[in-house]
């Protein structure tokens, strides 16, 4: 590769000295797993994001499928969600037996259209999961109404989010309950992770023994007399979710660089959207009043995009790891044996043809984001009409 040192994904981790001595200290502890860091980084996520609770869990897919399990979504049920986002955020309902029902979403801010979203309502209706799609918080308070008015459980899927603003305050309090994740490419990494923050008690109690087999070791909980001071017991169908006190220790680092991390991502995004401000060639992401986005992505719409598979080429061929973000969930041939088709969500359908992202990460070098730049118009503009 010419001209640059390193490969540009469109997002990456930042792991400093202090992060990996954090995590050897865990290593030269007597607990490398179900010891106090746990505990230390739920407690400090909780914290951070306002919320009375939080679990985490082994993914962001297990946080869901734990949130889906506390809100007691199950066979015969149905759920509504986007299909602008990564296929885990239905599959998590799917494995509970629910059906998701797909609302398309806006055009500008590619999140679920709350608009939309009373005329796909039935009786079979659970919950609504509404995507902070690239870190850009929904519109949570006319989604939440909606929840309310129909008596639905809403779930924020903030696995982009975490740092977002919504009206002036951090998302994670918002919904009944919200799920962040720790993938490499977020906002902060434990390697994989995840974490469901609530402020209902009952959902707390239900995300913990889920996480854990469904077992208990609670004796005010249990339900048959106990044998003695080893007795526990398994009162559901959990997993092992378990997130490790390696990984607790690498993320408690990462939440206190978090504002950094934060800074420097608006800071390149602001860079983009000034220097690309008079560009006809793609449309910019947008920002609206009532949003602050924590800018996990930043998501570029090509206007004539007969030749994105070959911009797709040749920006990698160069160095920049573009990526696209969404396929349509049901445009998945798993959901189509499902009986989903194409055009549910015409919306949702145009936005995947016109996205690529680009890259948008701390650590970004000045020399970097000017490379970027200049090949994406160059590149754009060679395969533009």
Not at 59 to 76: K, P, Q, R
Not at 126 to 146: E, F, M, N, Q, W
Not at 170 to 185: E, L, N, Q, R
């Amino acid at each position: 590769m010419s001209k640059l040192n390193r490969l540009l994904p469109y997002s990456r981790q930042l792991i400093e000295e202090d992060d990996i001595e954090e995590v050897v200290k865990v290593l030269r502890s007597d607990f490398i797993t179900q010891g106090p860091m746990v505990e230390r980084f739920e407690k400090a996520l909780a914290k951070y994001v306002g919320a009375k609770y939080c679990v985490v869990f082994s993914s962001g897919t297990a946080a869901l499928h734990g949130a889906y399990f506390a809100a007691g979504l199950a066979h015969g049920d149905e759920f509504i969600t986007t299909p602008n986002t990564f296929a885990a955020t239905s599959n998590a309902g799917l494995y509970l037996g629910a059906r998701p029902i797909f609302v398309d979403i806006e055009s500008d801010t590619g999140n679920i259209d709350p608009n939309l979203i009373e005329q796909k309502i039935t009786p079979k209706t659970k919950l609504v999961t509404a995507v902070d799609y690239s870190g850009h918080p929904a519109d949570i308070d006319a989604i939440r109404d909606i929840a309310k008015d129909h008596d639905l459980i809403f779930i924020e899927d903030a696995a982009h989010a975490l740092g977002a603003e919504y009206k002036g305050k951090k998302v994670g309090s918002f919904a009944d309950m919200t799920i962040f994740s720790f993938h490499p490419v977020k906002i902060i990494t434990t390697g994989e992770g995840g974490a469901v923050c609530t402020n209902n008690e009952k959902f707390y109690e239900k995300l913990v023994i889920f996480r854990q087999h469904g077992i208990t070791k609670d004796s005010g909980k249990f339900l048959n007399p106990p044998d003695g001071d080893w007795y526990y017991e398994m009162q559901e169908l959990g997993y092992n979710y378990r997130l490790t006190d390696i990984q607790c220790a690498l993320g408690l680092s990462q939440l206190k660089k978090i504002d950094r991390f934060l800074k420097e991502r608006r800071k390149i995004a602001k860079r983009y959207m000034d220097d690309f401000v008079d560009v006809k060639l793609f449309e910019l992401p947008v920002e609206k009043e009532y949003a602050k986005s924590s800018w996990h992505l930043f998501p570029i719409k090509l206007r004539d995009y007969s030749k994105k598979a070959e911009i797709f080429r040749e920006l990698r061929e160069n160095g920049i790891l573009v990526q696209v973000h969404y396929i349509p969930v049901y445009w998945h041939p798993y959901y189509q044996r499902l009986g989903y088709s194409k055009g549910l969500c015409p919306k949702a359908e145009e936005f995947y043809k016109k996205e690529l992202s680009i890259p948008v990460f701390p650590g970004l070098s000045e020399e970097e984001i000017a490379y970027i730049e200049d090949t994406l118009l160059k590149v754009v503009q060679k395969y533009s009409r």
